[in-house]
């Protein structure tokens, strides 16, 4: 059975290991593990999507957050008032404890998209979960819509391979705008405001 990092149940045997990462004038260290999206390694598109979202404000949600590393760079260079969540309960807890090694303060959920989500917020990144299919990602898309405060921002990260034009189709249909941010070799950070 492969053991895919967007499932509830982890069964790859854990193996933690330390990336280091750099943004701003601060140094960040991040714990990661078998099981969970980028193992031992920081991901180019999550690194992309943290250098092309400008100074924000307010409150974050960083949506299938692995082990935080987008949500926790963005809190501590902007400020902002953390809550990370994923389905995914190891990444749950290395969200956590990277959160308190980085000293900052975060709410952390085990959530399905956005099933046990209460809250609204002024910014929702997401860094989707390719390989747990359209369905999946479109409810994230319609989730992050209706936890948007109004005036809030959706940022997302993807491959034009990947499915970066019906992603962009989809969030236009839902805002009535689509902002590409970046592109580059084939790579697109989308912004919608609500």
Do not use: W
């Not at 046990?116 to 997401?126: E, L, S």
């Amino acid at each position: 059975m492969i053991d895919h990092y967007f499932s509830s149940e982890v069964t790859a045997e854990s193996n933690p290991q330390e990336v280091i990462y750099e943004f701003g004038n601060h140094k960040y260290c991040f714990t990661t593990d078998n099981g969970v999206f980028s193992v031992g390694k920081i991901d180019s598109a999550s690194d992309i999507l943290i250098q092309t979202i400008t100074p924000i404000n307010g409150s974050l949600l960083d949506m299938g957050c692995g082990y935080g590393l987008i949500g926790i760079v963005l809190a501590k260079e902007y400020g902002l008032q953390l809550t990370q969540a994923d389905i995914n309960p190891r990444a749950v807890d290395l969200s956590k404890q990277n959160a308190i090694k980085n000293k900052i303060a975060s709410t952390v959920l085990q959530s399905d998209a956005f099933s046990q989500i209460t809250d609204f917020f002024d910014i929702i990144a997401i860094n989707p979960p390719i390989h747990a299919g359209k369905d999946v990602i479109f409810a994230m898309y319609d989730g992050a819509y209706k936890h948007l405060n109004m005036g809030g921002a959706l940022y997302i990260v993807i491959l034009k391979k990947h499915g970066a034009e019906s992603s962009r189709l989809h969030i236009l249909e839902l805002f009535g705008n689509c902002e590409i941010m970046y592109k580059k070799k084939g790579l697109y950070v989308f912004k919608a405001h609500k």
